[in-house]
Every structure is written in C-alpha cells, then in structure tokens.
C-alpha cells in the first residue's frame, strides 16, 4: 500500500466522525507490519471526557483484532493545515510503533506530510520505563 493510499482510507475516515460539539472531524488509519488497515474517526460525547480521538479508535480497532505492530498511521482531518495527534494520542502510538514509524498528516489541499513517532515524541515513556 501506498503512503497516499493509506492518506486517502484516513480522509474518507473523516467522513464517519461523531463530532456535533466542535465540528472538527477527524479520520485514521493504521497500517499493521502485517499490511492490514484499520480505520477510526473522532466520536465525541456531552461529557467531552468520554470523546475519543479518531487514531485511538483505529488503534484499538487493530488492538482488538490482534494486531499488535503498527508501522505506519495517516490522520486527517476537516481542518486547514496539518492536524497532529495529541499527547495522548502519540503516547498510545508509542506502545505499539516502533520510534521510526511513520505519521502521515493529510491536509485540505491533497498534500501530506511524513513524520516519524520518534520526532513527534522523543524519549516516550515505554515498557522498559515502568
């Protein structure tokens, strides 16, 4: 699968977020070392505590399935720019990428951008930390 390909699943991920409060909507998906694809959407809740953001619920999804590497993830989003993953977004993406894996961030304008954990987190808080 293709960088874009897999920026392309994150897009039309946006089109199924739950987000009536902000009207910011958000799409993943997640590329496992075993080359499946998993997608997720921010799903918001009156009780913003509740909401969960559109990388953890793709996560999770391969989470659940059994997948536990995660070699790439794509996120975009309804809003101008770049949208990148919050801390505790990046910090549940440490647990199951390695630090060169790889975030591509979708914008408006068809372009995306590569980053990896490593440079969107340095010195995470891993396994052998606890």
Do not use: W
């Amino acid at each position: 699968m293709t960088d874009l390909e897999l920026v392309n699943i994150a897009r039309q991920a946006v089109n199924l977020a739950y987000a009536p409060y902000s009207k910011f909507c958000v799409g993943a998906a997640v590329l496992t070392k075993d080359g499946e694809v998993y997608t997720g959407c921010n799903i918001e809740n009156a009780s913003y505590g509740a909401s969960i953001c559109a990388e953890r619920v793709a996560i999770s999804k391969c989470i659940s399935d059994g997948c536990r590497l995660i070699s790439k993830i794509a996120i975009c989003s309804t809003g101008e720019g770049q949208t990148f993953p919050c801390g505790i977004c990046r910090q549940v993406m440490s647990e199951f990428m390695e630090e060169d894996g790889e975030i591509l961030l979708g914008t408006s304008d068809g372009d995306f951008y590569t980053y990896t954990l490593g440079e969107l987190l340095p010195n995470s808080f891993i396994l052998h930390d606890s």
